[in-house]
């Protein structure tokens, strides 16, 4: 095995990334669907004048799928970019969410300073 660092489209595999957000607008279109009542056998709903009497269920369920799908790939794309391919590589020997200067010796929580007081309040002199 070689000891080359991954690209970037390895890293990230927009195939992949698809895939999801379209998985993500089919599920919204079938929710979309069933909720509308697209599958019943009554085919005559009551429209009031004033809404949308072209939309079948059909047509909003795909309208409502395809929103889902740009949607869900937009946030997707916009997380992968947070990302830094280099970090995605090394290694991580420490808890995440601690200070990197900090040696993980401190208990977390941080409600009192180092001298014993509570933190808000001036230290007793």
Do not use: W
Not at 2 to 12: A, E, F, N
Not at 66 to 76: D, N, Q, R
Request: aromatic content about 4%.
């Amino acid at each position: 095995m070689t000891d080359q660092k991954p690209s970037r489209r390895d890293i990230l595999r927009p195939l992949h990334l698809v895939g999801i957000a379209l998985a993500c607008g089919i599920f919204a279109m079938v929710v979309t669907l069933v909720s509308t009542g697209a599958f019943t056998s009554r085919v005559n709903f009551a429209i009031a004048k004033g809404s949308y009497e072209g939309l079948t269920p059909l047509g909003l369920g795909l309208v409502v799928g395809g929103g889902a799908f740009i949607v869900t790939l937009l946030g997707l794309a916009m997380l992968m970019l947070a990302i830094d391919p280099a970090d995605v590589t090394k290694r991580v020997d420490r808890p995440v969410l601690y200070d990197p200067e900090s040696d993980g010796s401190e208990e977390p929580g941080g409600d009192e300073k180092r001298d014993g007081s509570a933190a808000g309040t001036p230290p007793a002199s």
